[in-house]
């Protein structure tokens, strides 16, 4: 495996994800911070990494290809590329069961409160406070019942059979999110148990956003 380089953000829910699946997997990284805050992510030299302004993108060390972009891509190209361990079940069935655990996060949850859309709903659309909260809960909510549901159905020690993978990426970092804004977690103690046992794992541990060089001091 060439050198990689993870163009990412302390506190990112998607370079989160990627920082999950190289830890699993035990491939060294060097790190490039990108402040959300400063709108780092939208300089014109940045988008020559990720064409959408947004992290993570991982420079694969592969000469003069682009950095690759979308945590999701990111991590299945490292599944396949590093098969082990694995982050994805060996059968098909398996597979796209996982894949559809982690896209509730990723594609139907995630997205709807992102710091761009979180800035439109207060600039744009004049949301206050109250409002973006109930908004947060709303999305959030669907998709942890959702996945309290598949978890019930297909989960084990972890969000998946009894092994960390992709579906735990995706959900540790949206329940971090949901803490941090303040949406409740009760209806659902399959995920706050899985959330759990992953925080026990050294992987976990060294992916968490307060271990990251460029995290606030708390
Ligand atoms: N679907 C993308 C989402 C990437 C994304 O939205 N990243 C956020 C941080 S978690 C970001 O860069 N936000 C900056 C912004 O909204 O301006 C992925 O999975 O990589």
Redesign the pocket.
């Given at each position: 495996m060439p050198d990689l380089t993870l163009h990412g953000?302390w506190r990112?829910?998607?370079?989160w994800?990627v920082r999950i699946a190289l830890a699993l997997k035990g491939l060294p990284y060097a790190t490039v911070a990108h402040d959300?805050r400063t709108?780092a992510?939208?300089a014109a030299a940045y988008r020559a990494c990720n064409p959408?302004?947004?992290?993570?993108a991982l420079d694969t060390g592969e000469g003069q290809e682009a950095p690759l972009?979308?945590?999701?891509a990111?991590i299945e190209w490292l599944e396949e590329t590093q098969a082990q361990p694995a982050l994805l079940p060996a059968d098909p069935l398996g597979r796209a069961r996982v894949r559809a655990m982690a896209q509730v996060i990723?594609c139907d949850v995630?997205?709807l409160g992102?710091?761009?859309?979180l800035?439109a709903l207060r600039g744009d659309l004049g949301a206050d406070e109250a409002q973006v909260a109930a908004w947060l809960a709303r999305w959030m909510g669907d998709g942890f019942a959702a996945l309290e549901t598949m978890v019930a159905q297909w989960g084990g020690a972890f969000a998946f059979g009894d092994a960390p993978g992709l579906a735990d990426c995706c959900l540790v970092p949206q329940i971090y999110a949901a803490r941090r804004f303040g949406v409740g977690l009760g209806a659902y103690p399959r995920l706050v148990a899985i959330d759990a046992r992953c925080a026990g794992l050294a992987a976990f541990a060294m992916a968490h956003p307060a271990a990251q060089a460029d995290a606030d001091p708390s």
């Open positions: 953000y990112s829910s998607a370079a994800r959300l709108g992510q939208a959408q302004g947004l992290v993570p972009t979308q945590s999701l990111i990723a995630h997205p992102n710091l761009r859309v800035k």
